[in-house]
């Protein structure tokens, strides 16, 4: 069975201080690994799709990474906006659906 | 303006009244599908489709039923809703056939009493 595991559950920062948001999964076959941002009373926002090890990309101050086991979502020089809950989901091959994490619930303390 | 909506947006019902959720989409998208999301388990899809007339169980399809009968709407039904439906539901679309990226609606809020 496909897994999804994200940590830490919630996190805490100083605006300006950076870290970094982790997302491993277990599955057979990685498709792709997707983040998205969620905001509280709204839909998930799509951010990044990661296809294979190795692989990055950047939006702002966020960059995703992606291994054979995990991603991490780094966050570099916070700001308040940047608060809200990330979720990373994967889909394998040979099937459409997507498995999401419980996601991580970031607050940027002014 | 692009977007996913659905209607209603905050729902209260009964044990087994049916009701439907109803999800429309502007984009053209092929793909479409529904999610519910809980406390301490995340996002679980429900249905999805990849076309018109071509709709297939996610994790948790039991008790729900939807159609596709256009590209644009994908509405999800509830039979005979019970408590443990209650839940916040999301409906997506993304363009092709896979989950690349999905765009979520505002999000349905139900609570069968």
């Known amino acids: 069975e496909d897994q999804v595991t994200q940590s830490p559950e919630a996190l805490r920062l100083q605006e300006g201080e950076s870290s970094s948001l982790n997302c491993s999964y277990t599955?057979?076959?990685?498709?792709?690994l997707f983040w998205y941002r969620q905001d509280p009373g709204k839909g998930p926002e799509f951010l990044f799709t990661?296809?294979?090890a190795g692989e990055e990309k950047e939006k702002e101050r966020l960059k995703a990474t992606l291994t054979k086991k995990e991603s991490f979502l780094h966050i570099t020089a916070p700001k308040p906006e940047d608060s809200a809950t990330y979720l990373c989901?994967?889909?394998?091959?040979?099937?459409?659906?997507?498995?999401f994490g419980t996601g991580t619930r970031l607050t940027i303390i002014p | 303006e692009a977007q996913v909506t659905q209607n209603p947006r905050y729902l209260i019902t009964v044990t087994g009244k049916k009701l439907t959720v109803t999800c429309s989409q502007n984009?053209?998208?092929?793909?479409m599908s529904w999610y519910r999301q809980d406390p301490g388990l995340g996002l679980r899809q429900i249905y999805y489709?990849?076309?018109?007339?071509?709709?297939d169980k996610g994790d948790v399809p039991e008790g729900y039923k939807v159609s596709r009968k256009e590209k644009r709407n994908f509405p999800l039904i509830l039979e005979s809703p019970s408590p443990n439906q209650t839940s916040l539901y999301f409906c997506?679309?993304?363009?092709?056939?896979?989950?690349?990226?999905?765009?979520f609606g505002p999000g349905t809020r139900l609570t069968v009493l």
């Open positions: 997506a679309s993304s363009s092709g056939t896979t989950n690349n990226e999905q765009f």
């Open positions: 599955v057979s076959g990685l498709r792709g």
């Open positions: 990661l296809y294979s």
């Open positions: 989901a994967v889909q394998v091959f040979g099937n459409e659906k997507l498995t």
């Open positions: 984009m053209n998208h092929e793909y």
């Open positions: 489709s990849m076309n018109v007339e071509v709709t």
